[in-house]
């Protein structure tokens, strides 16, 4: 099984721009989907930005509305983040996760620790 680790979260002014970055040690890119997931307070977990390593589509919400990018390094087994534009309502946990393709969901899906990231006005 995998390890997710975070990072890079942290305040940022609105209209700013974070990018998280997830090691993601023991996954296997092209069998697996890979991406983030955001909890606001008091709210479900939702997803933000996903890549289905097989064949390298991208899944974004509909609140991303173009701001987010998710990418991969898999030769260095990592997963980005660039979020620009960042709204108050982005402030969140931001996780990274992965799950195998035809095999788990993202309801089994590993999980990293989270991160905050915080937008200020």
């Known amino acids: 099984e995998g390890k997710l680790v975070e990072s890079g979260g942290g305040t940022v002014q609105v209209g700013g721009s974070l990018r998280l970055s997830c090691q993601a040690s023991?996954?296997?890119?092209?069998?697996?989907?890979v991406g983030w997931f955001r909890q606001r307070p008091g709210k479900e977990r939702d997803g933000v930005a996903t890549i289905r390593g097989s064949n390298g589509k991208e899944y974004y919400g509909d609140f991303v509305k173009g701001r987010f990018t998710v990418s991969t390094d898999a030769a260095n087994n990592m997963i980005y983040l660039q979020m620009n534009n960042l709204k108050p309502e982005d402030t969140a946990i931001y996780y990274c996760?992965?799950?195998?393709?035809?095999?788990?969901?993202?309801?089994?899906?590993?999980w990293g620790q989270g991160v905050q990231v915080t937008v200020s006005s």
């Open positions: 023991g996954v296997i890119f092209e069998e697996s989907l």
């Open positions: 996760g992965y799950h195998r393709e035809r095999i788990e969901t993202w309801e089994t899906a590993t």
